[in-house]
């Protein structure tokens, strides 16, 4: 991203599903503001990943498990920005599993309620704010993935019933809806000519989107000086894709 003067100085930040694509670029885009970023991932350690993590403090979270969560949640002393960005979906026929569309609710939304529920005090304490991630699938149908569709669709009603529920209590909760982004949740289907085709061709701009186009969005629905009067939005950084 370009610089974009936005100072995270002294504040505490928690990316959850931070060791790759969108989620590690919005908490390089709070590191290099200034703040201090704890990821989350589902591998031991940072020496699993292929990018540089060293940054950043990093814990080890599977969001299936809700012990871990809570562990999570317990282990964060000051908070003044929660990113919900970790989540996954299941591909083929598993995705279309009972069990499977189970798991998906778990990881991508009641895993996101639990943590805000937890976390709520802190961001209370510090005036500090929530920043989901929703998807295209928020808005349109998931035949490939059904379960993914559905929480991310209740990622956005979620994010403006708990926008409206926090909102005198000085947290604001907002989210981002990313187009089709170049990530290694993306991977199988950008090859996939006839996945990956139409979805460029419906896309104004032309192209995937990269990771880094979702952090300064983030970086602005978090500034209170910015966004003071922004609650329960979803915004899509889609390179055009809703309007069509
Ligand atoms: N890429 C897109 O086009 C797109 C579009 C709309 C929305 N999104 C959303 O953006 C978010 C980030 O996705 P991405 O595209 O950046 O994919 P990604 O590179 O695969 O990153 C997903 C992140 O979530 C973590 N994660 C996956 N399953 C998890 C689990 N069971 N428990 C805890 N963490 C888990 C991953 O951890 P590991 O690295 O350890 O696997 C990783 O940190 C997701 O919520 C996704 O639904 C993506």
Redesign the pocket.
Known sequence: MSSVSFDYSGKAVLV??????????IAQGFRDAGGQVT?????TGIG??PDDLSAFDYQQ?????VDGIEALAGSIETLDVLVN?????FRGEEAYKPENFEATID??LN?VYRLSHRLFPKLKASGGSIIN?????SYFGSPRGPG?GAS?SAILQMTMSLGALWALDGVRVNAI??????????APIQKMPQIADPIIQRTPMGR??R?DEMAGTALFLACNEAASFLTGVTIPVDGGYCTL
């Open positions: 959850t599903g931070g060791s790759s694509g969108i989620g590690l670029a990821i989350t991932g589902t591998q699993d990943y979270v599977n969001m299936l498990d960005n970790a989540g996954t979906t990881i991508n895993s991630i929703a998807s295209m699938t993914y991310k809806a990313p187009g089709w982004i170049d990530t290694k949740l993306t995937w989107g990771p």
